[in-house]
């Protein structure tokens, strides 16, 4: 249900990283949420740097919420970005074991290429 890639970066190099792999697989940044900066601005105590950017590729969430509205709860796909034992990990949901829970077999294939793609901007954002 999770896919995860780490790398020696460093959650900066990553992030920039991804702010450059998104749009080149023609998906959009719609948000990131710095969890640290948050928390700390709600007067929780929290150290580990994590990113989570909230990405889309409009015409296949069409596609999707064209189907089922109701699919609009597990839009927009989301990538973490945090560090752990020394690597920076990039994790995301499956967006073919989420789709699987609306029962909607006709969209597998949107689901499949979505999640490929975001396979794709994982890895190019975790490569030397």
Known sequence: M?????????????????????????FGIMQVHNLKETMT?????????CLVFEVCQPQQAKKVLEQDMSISTALPCRISVYEEDGKTILATLKPTTLLAMFNAPQLAGAAQDVEDTIVAIMKQATSA
Do not use: C, N
């Open 41 to 49: 601005k709600k007067g929780v105590e929290f150290t580990r740097d």
């Open 2 to 26: 999770l896919i995860k890639y780490s790398t020696d970066k460093t959650v900066p190099e990553v992030v920039a990283a991804l702010q450059l792999a998104v749009p080149a697989h023609h």
